[in-house]
């Protein structure tokens, strides 16, 4: 088996496309994975690798301020970070019709990243029903809890924010997956978190799961940082396969 990763741009977002060589033209289950804050495309080309050597056809597009699309972080708290996140938004259907359009995929369709990464996807959740399975790698599905904690944050060190900061931001509520756990709607959904988590709380993380036990997760909790290590890599392409699986299961049925 050979893998290739192709640099594609669709339309002015620059990806990487990881698929196996001998069916790169061939409509395939597609999976778009997100990187986290302040790093890029290239650092999850080996989470791409071994999704594609399940039979994915997998995108990894670098996030608006981040690697081709660099630009410098504003020094207002999360105006940067947030803007990344709801670019990603704006552009996810725009990647999937990319790729419908050349009978490159099929009508499975995955979603997964780590941090920001993470946060993007438990967001798209929310909004995408056509997504079949999704993985959060360490990242909050309480999108509202974390910006209130950034505010919370900025107000007790004298950081300036914009006083108007919770209406510039008022579309986060309407995209926080743990304020609506229910638009998961049975659809399986991968979890991992660190409990030593220094940069997204694993608090947040823990409590979505506890207070949702009825849904259709699958949870690995780690005495682990903010790092992820290659097994949990395999994890992840291991619930693909299977969610994939399972989804053709349900098609035969």
């Known amino acids: 088996m050979k893998i290739i ?11 990487f496309e990881v698929v196996e060589d001998a069916d790169r033209n061939k409509p395939l289950p597609i999976i778009v994975y997100y990187h986290g804050w302040q790093i890029n495309k290239t650092l999850v080309i080996t989470q791409g690798r071994k999704l594609a050597a399940k039979g994915f056809r997998v995108v990894l597009p670098d996030a608006e301020n981040h690697g081709e699309r660099i630009q410098s972080v504003s020094s ?25 359009k ?17 946060m993007t996807t438990c967001a798209l959740m929310t909004h995408n029903p056509e997504i079949n399975a999704a993985a959060c790698i360490m990242g909050t599905p309480a999108l509202t809890d974390y910006r209130d904690m950034i505010h919370r944050h900025a107000i007790s060190r004298n950081i300036y924010l914009p006083k108007d900061y ?5 579309w986060i509520p309407k ?3 743990a304020r609506q756990p229910e638009l998961l709607n049975d659809r399986p959904f991968f979890i991992w978190h660190g409990d030593e988590d220094e940069k997204v709380p694993f608090s947040q993380t823990k409590a979505f799961v506890e207070e949702n036990t009825e849904l259709r997760m699958e949870v690995i909790f780690e005495h682990a940082g903010h790092l992820v ?5 395999d994890k992840i392409a291991d619930f693909f396969e299977r ?11």
């Open 175 to 177: 995209y926080d997956l």
């Open 243 to 253: 969610s994939h699986n399972e989804y053709l299961e349900e098609l035969n049925r």
């Open 5 to 15: 990763v192709r640099k594609r741009m669709i339309g002015t977002i620059p990806v």
């Open 166 to 170: 919770f209406n510039l931001t008022a």
């Open 76 to 100: 207002i708290p999360s105006l940067t970070f947030f803007n990344s996140i709801h670019t990603n938004l704006f552009e996810f259907g725009y990647i999937i019709d990319y790729f419908k």
């Open 102 to 118: 050349r009978h490159l995929a099929t009508d499975f369709i995955g979603v997964g990243g780590l941090s920001m990464g993470g």
């Open 229 to 233: 290590q290659t097994q949990t890599m």
